[in-house]
């Protein structure tokens, strides 16, 4: 994101300034023609009315702007009448069309002087004392040009500039891409970390029952017809419920399928969580009830809806190991419907409330961490959220908010 944010960044900056620049570059030459021609019309002006007024050319040689290089009449012989150069005066401007009639018309060119400097070069017709002439006034250009000169300096500043700022951008992108790398280099490793974390707990959680089932299974064959034999075998079938639920836990969590969504009542399925809590609870005297208004439906996996709350209902009677209260509430609010599972049991230390949701974290010492990483997983995938509010001793509560089903 940041990438392309920084990319379009400076394209919108560059392409103003590479289009501003060019244009201006591009008005500058027709800018010092006309400047030049404005110039060189004045002069024109200028030299005509001192030539009418001093028929012997006198006060023209007087005339010396420091813009003009120099100026000549022509009469239609093509005979000099007038030159700066006073040693050019009666000789032909141009030796091959002497004696022939010139036609005398208004034109403006560049022109290369002997000193190698470029000039720009006007001819007008004028008229002395009722005789057309031409007028050849050839101007210095410098201070004209002053203005190319600056449009060209602005456009090699302004594409310095945006070299400079792609330059940086790469750069920026470059170091972009290298923390971006490091991220994901950090990610790896502490998914590698959780790996070994989740190894171990594996190892150790598996290793306890296992070594249950194998001591009960060994009585069990050396004297298969003794009487103890039976309460040896359920806890046989007790360990390997356990072991079981903990790899039917870690495929759930590991599962990346979508769900299947339907709708469904919330009421019959806090009826029916309940009926399966039911039996714990009691036996821990815990007391269960449950608030649910009437038509209250969500749109989500009811399955895994119901595994997410039977987690939260164990978790919570776990938390209560001399009874307390178990309440579940269910309420439609607009376009969600939120579910409430709430306990008076110890509650969750301060520094454990901001790990509860990751896996494998855990405070018991039978626990795999995965309750409630699972009922967040269960939850966000259905397109809802999760939230824990819990303060040590006075017990927890746990809202779930999720799609609330669609009525025609």
């Known amino acids: 994101m940041f990438k392309k944010a920084a990319v379009l960044l400076v394209i919108l900056v560059t392409v103003p300034m590479l289009w501003f620049s060019i244009y201006d570059y591009r008005q500058a030459g027709p800018i010092a023609q006309e400047n030049l021609r404005g110039l060189a019309l004045s002069l024109t002006t200028a030299i005509e009315n001192l030539a009418a007024n001093d028929p012997s050319f006198k006060t023209l040689h007087a005339f010396h702007p420091v813009d003009v290089a120099y100026f000549a009449l022509i009469d239609r012989r093509g005979v000099y009448r007038f030159h700066s150069n006073k040693d050019l005066i009666g000789i032909a401007s141009d030796p091959e069309s002497a004696g022939r009639t010139q036609l005398l018309a208004r034109s403006e060119t560049r022109v290369l002087l ?119 075998a359920q806890s046989i079938v007790t360990e390997a419920v356990r072991l079981e639920a903990l790899v039917n836990d870690l495929l759930t969590y590991a599962s990346n399928e979508p769900s299947a969504s339907g709708e469904f009542q919330l009421c019959d399925l806090l009826d029916h969580v309940l009926s399966l809590l039911e039996p714990e609870a009691s036996a821990q005297g815990v007391e269960i009830t449950r608030e649910c208004t009437g038509g209250v439906s969500a749109r989500a996996n ?92 006075e017990g927890t509560r746990v809202i779930l908010s999720l799609p609330a089903a669609t009525h025609k």
Not at 150 to 168: K, P, Y
């Open 114 to 232: 002997g000193t190698g400097e470029r000039a720009y070069q006007f001819t007008s017709p004028v008229t002395v004392q009722g005789e057309p002439l031409a007028l050849v006034l050839t101007l210095h250009t410098y201070q004209a040009d002053a203005v190319i000169r600056r449009a060209r300096l602005n456009a090699t500043i302004v594409f310095g500039l945006v070299l400079a700022g792609w330059l940086l951008c790469a750069v920026l992108i470059r170091y972009a891409r290298r923390e971006e790398s490091h991220k994901q280099e950090l990610a790896r490793r502490e998914a590698l970390a959780k790996l070994g974390e989740m190894g171990a707990l594996l190892a150790h959680e598996i290793r306890n029952p296992l070594a249950g089932i194998k001591g009960f299974a060994q009585v069990i064959a050396a004297k298969p017809q003794e009487a103890r034999n039976g309460p040896f």
């Open 302 to 393: 009811r399955d895994r809806v119901e595994q997410a709350l039977l987690n939260l209902g164990r978790n919570a009677l776990q938390a209560m190991p001399d009874g307390g209260m178990l309440r579940f509430t269910a309420e439609g609010q607009g376009r969600e419907t939120v579910i409430t599972v709430e306990d008076n049991g110890h509650g969750i230390a301060d520094e454990h409330r901001p790990h509860v949701f990751e896996p494998f974290f855990t405070t018991k010492s039978r626990g795999t961490g995965l309750g409630l990483a699972l009922c967040k997983k269960i939850v966000e995938g259905n397109g809802g959220s999760i939230t824990l509010h819990s303060r040590e001793g």
